[in-house]
């Protein structure tokens, strides 16, 4: 746990995600509407991408991509993602995460 633990230090949004995986990429899209700049890691395009999964899995990653990290805490894949963008707590999540800093409801 300690590499992922390294690899989301200090960053606002990070998302763990594969370069072939749709969830993955509607989630990034999602979160990057919001003004969102979160750092991606496509593990199929990484040496040790195997062994990341392998820790995100660990931590109940079921699938293990995409995995979205906000305020560098692990809040879920695409369902717990779609689920707090439904009940409005996203937008919250990201603000407090300093991931952006103003939204405006239309």
């Not at 990057?32 to 109940?60: H, P, R, W």
């Not at 409005?88 to 991931?99: G, H, Q, R, S």
């Amino acid at each position: 746990m300690e590499l992922i633990t390294s690899m989301v230090g200090e960053k606002p949004v990070v998302i763990f995600s594969k370069s072939s995986c749709c969830l993955s990429f509607s989630i990034m899209s999602l979160i990057s509407g919001f003004g969102a700049n979160a750092t991606v890691y496509e593990l199929d395009q990484m040496s040790n991408g195997k062994q990341i999964e392998s820790e995100l899995i660990q931590l109940g990653c079921q699938p293990s991509v995409p995995a979205v990290f906000i305020g560098q805490k692990f809040v879920g894949g695409a369902n717990q993602i779609m689920s707090l963008h439904v009940r409005n707590e996203l937008v919250t999540l990201l603000m407090n995460a300093k991931a952006i800093w103003i939204w405006n409801k239309k």
